[in-house]
């Protein structure tokens, strides 16, 4: 592979937060290529790919989360590859962070950070449901512990405590496709259960070195109001409760979604 670490952006329609994502990119203190990927190719995203010096590369076919994702990964010509969403912005450490770990741990699978909501251009930090995720993702922060099957699935049995674009996959061992998932939203959580299954180490360096930008438009904010999320999050805990329970923890589970409304 030729380069070390790949920001693949996965870019969709012409949206406002593009450039900003881009600026937190090519402002890492460690620099990493960056590529673009697009199922709906404009000119106001060439134009943008044109001022910063990236390559553009288009998929042809309909959008949907599961492809575009998979077609990022697999475009990335990179052992380690983040799939980059359009609507957030990186630290300026992600890619510096994340290079001192897989040096440290060679068999690491997933690396994955702690972040902060920003919604209406304010930054969320102390959001109980942030909290919450921070518990759920301790056992990956114990390289005694973070290599073993069972410890990668405990933390995902109380939800997906993990911030997908937060996310770096090594792909020098996973191979390709990344995403096999069926789901249409908890197509992330599902694979990293998939992925827990498999040999290799998931690490949660938990400084916050991603803002996740919560907006209207955003693909989760229509998966909550077609009340698909809730129907596949449910599935998902039926993989690992009784249905009363799945059911229990669905009801509780449903608070996080506020940081939507």
Aim: charged fraction near 25%; proline fraction near 5%.
């Amino acid at each position: 592979m030729k380069y070390k670490h790949v920001f693949s952006i996965c870019a969709y329609k012409d949206s406002p937060y593009l450039e900003p994502l881009i600026r937190s990119l090519v402002s890492q203190s460690v620099p990493s290529h960056i590529i673009l990927c697009t199922s709906t190719p404009s000119p106001y995203i060439d134009g943008l790919a044109w001022k910063y010096g990236i390559q553009v590369f288009v998929r042809n076919g309909e959008s949907n989360i599961r492809d575009d994702w998979n077609f990022a990964y697999e475009m990335a010509d990179g052992e380690l590859v983040t799939i980059a969403h359009q609507d957030d912005m990186y630290h300026k450490e992600y890619v510096e962070r994340l290079l001192v770990t897989c040096r440290a741990y060679p068999d690491m699978t997933v690396f994955t950070t702690d972040y902060v909501i920003v919604k209406n251009g304010r930054l969320i930090t102390g959001d109980a449901m942030l909290w919450v995720k921070r518990i759920l993702r301790l056992p990956l922060r114990v390289p005694a512990l973070n290599d073993r099957a069972w410890i990668k699935k405990m933390s995902l049995i109380f939800g997906n405590p993990i911030c997908c674009p937060a996310t770096t996959y090594q792909k020098k061992l996973l191979g390709t496709p990344l995403v096999r998932s069926e789901y249409r939203f908890a197509l992330d959580w599902d694979n990293l259960y998939q992925l827990a299954c498999e040999k290799g180490r998931f690490i949660c360096d938990e400084r916050p070195l991603l803002y996740y930008r919560v907006h209207d438009e955003a693909t989760t904010k229509a998966c909550i109001v077609g009340g698909r999320r809730a129907e596949e999050e449910e599935a998902m805990f039926r993989r690992f409760w009784p249905g009363p329970v799945a059911r229990l923890l669905m009801h509780f589970y449903k608070t996080a979604y506020g940081e939507y409304e």
